[in-house]
């Protein structure tokens, strides 16, 4: 630090008389330095780095009605320096002030392919004739396939069979 001699005014002391005090009593002058080892370190505030790259997703579909699949990233935290002074730390960033060092976002693919399920059957029909050779049939709707399946399943949604062969029609007299 360092201090200027204003000159005497109303009978003070001159700075000439001052600067001999000084001398005398081993003081500085106009000038003084100190040793600042002594004084604490200044705090330093955490930072965070860069992110990483957004992680791979794991399966390239997901269970219709489930939950869709995320991809995370992550970033570091350099801890916060502080110093040995209590109240120099006070207003001091620190990583568990940052919070939460990861992001998630939805992996960008869709549900899975659901095949399409035929239902039960229904009930016969009545035969077409009571007698003699006649004929039924029954049907069967199905649940179409979503998310890129094949809409219909294989098979047949509708089934015909004879009926009544074996029963002989009644032949009126003559």
């Known amino acids: 630090r360092s201090r200027v001699c204003q000159p005497e005014r109303f009978g003070g002391k001159t700075c000439a008389l001052l600067e001999g005090e000084a001398k005398t009593a081993d003081l500085p002058l106009y000038t003084e330095t100190q040793d600042c080892t002594s004084l604490p370190?200044?705090?330093k505030p955490a930072s965070l780095g860069p992110w990483s790259e957004w992680s791979s997703c794991s399966t390239t579909c997901y269970p219709e009605g489930g939950t869709v699949p995320q991809s995370t990233r992550k970033r570091s935290c350099k801890k916060a320096s502080l110093s040995t002074s209590d109240k120099l730390n006070?207003?001091?960033?620190t990583c568990e002030a940052l919070g939460e060092m990861e992001a998630y976002k939805n992996c960008e693919i869709s549900a899975c392919p659901v095949?399409?399920?035929w239902q039960d059957w229904g009930e016969w029909s009545v035969c077409t004739t009571s007698c003699e050779r006649g004929s039924r049939h029954r049907s069967r709707s199905y649940i179409p396939g979503r998310n890129g399946a094949e809409a219909k399943p294989t098979g047949n949604q509708k089934?015909?069979?004879?009926?009544?062969?074996?029963v002989k029609c009644p032949v009126a007299a003559t």
């Not at 089934?159 to 074996?166: F, G, I, L, R, S």
Request: with cysteine.
């Open 159 to 166: 089934e015909k069979e004879d009926c009544n062969a074996e």
């Open 90 to 93: 006070a207003d001091i960033l």
């Open 115 to 117: 095949n399409a399920e």
């Open 41 to 43: 370190k200044c705090p």
